[in-house]
């Protein structure tokens, strides 16, 4: 199904049904100084990574003895049918299903809804091709409103290796680290011999388990405004990173 959908996404691309994407600066990607002089506006392309944590003392410990931690939620960029960026994601926002939501609508919920809300952005470093685009919105059409995991799968997280199933497009369920990771190895962004199902957030934040290092930039707090903010999550990182450039062309 997925390739279908990407197929039919790809010839409408070329044929110019889909209106070519046009990027607007949202928000601030900071530096590692909590100054405004380290802060540069976000400009949002898909295959971006999100992340996002807030205070949950019962999430965070269940987190902390499956030996990962903060961020506790994690999700994808890509781009909607119509050509809209959108947040691709299961488990966001109180929701137990898989969906895709504007990407200010969703920021701006977390940051409002959460008690101490911190995001994160890893930025890709390269425009994604048009067929690497198809493919990844194809998978998010595929796998919309699929269910969230039930909460005892998680605790397979506990066992060394994480053992799990290999992770597919059509599964019933997924769980937020898994769908993300999935993604990326549908649309052709992301190739490993672990099973999506054995990756947490953590792992896609600090290159734990597998190394992203070469495709998209170390991850760097996002905020709507031009400040930082006074409080965070326990335990959670504030600033990781310099914000690296905008994303580069493909060599021709």
């Known amino acids: 199904m997925t390739n279908l959908i990407a197929t039919l996404l790809l010839v409408a691309t070329q044929t110019g049904q889909v209106a070519p994407p046009v990027e607007q600066p949202m928000g601030w990607l900071w530096g590692d100084q909590p100054s405004p002089l380290s802060a540069r506006?976000?400009?949002?392309?898909?295959?971006?990574?999100?992340?996002?944590?807030?205070?949950?003392?019962?999430?965070?410990?269940?987190?902390?003895?499956?030996?990962?931690?903060?961020?506790?939620?994690?999700?994808?960029?890509?781009?909607?049918?119509?050509?809209?960026?959108?947040?691709?994601?299961t488990g966001g926002g109180q929701k137990k299903v898989t969906t895709l939501q504007p990407v200010t609508r969703r920021f701006h919920e977390h940051l409002t809804t959460e008690r101490d809300p911190?995001?994160?952005?890893?930025?890709?470093?390269?425009?994604?091709?048009?067929?690497?685009?198809?493919?990844?919105?194809?998978?998010?059409?595929?796998?919309?409103?699929?269910?969230?995991?039930?909460?005892?799968?998680?605790?397979?997280?506990?066992?060394?290796?994480?053992?799990?199933?290999?992770?597919?497009?059509?599964?019933?369920?997924?769980?937020?680290?898994?769908?993300?990771?999935?993604?990326?190895?549908?649309?052709?962004?992301?190739?490993?011999?672990?099973?999506?199902?054995?990756l947490v957030p953590a792992d896609l934040f600090y290159d734990r388990r597998i190394d992203l290092s070469a495709v998209w930039a170390a991850p760097c707090q996002w905020t709507e405004v031009q400040h930082l903010p006074s409080h965070y999550p326990r335990l959670a990182p504030v600033v990781v990173a310099e914000p690296s450039s905008p994303a580069t062309p493909l060599a021709k």
């Open 118 to 198: 911190v995001l994160w952005i890893r930025p890709i470093r390269r425009p994604l091709t048009s067929e690497e685009s198809a493919r990844l919105t194809g998978f998010a059409l595929a796998e919309l409103a699929k269910p969230l995991q039930p909460n005892y799968r998680y605790l397979r997280l506990i066992i060394p290796g994480r053992p799990t199933h290999a992770s597919r497009d059509g599964q019933s369920q997924w769980f937020c680290s898994e769908l993300v990771a999935q993604g990326l190895i549908e649309a052709g962004l992301l190739q490993t011999r672990l099973p999506a199902g054995s």
């Open 41 to 89: 506006p976000y400009e949002p392309h898909e295959g971006d990574l999100v992340f996002m944590s807030h205070t949950a003392p019962l999430r965070t410990a269940a987190y902390l003895a499956f030996r990962t931690g903060h961020p506790l939620h994690c999700a994808l960029l890509v781009r909607s049918p119509d050509g809209v960026l959108a947040v691709f994601e």
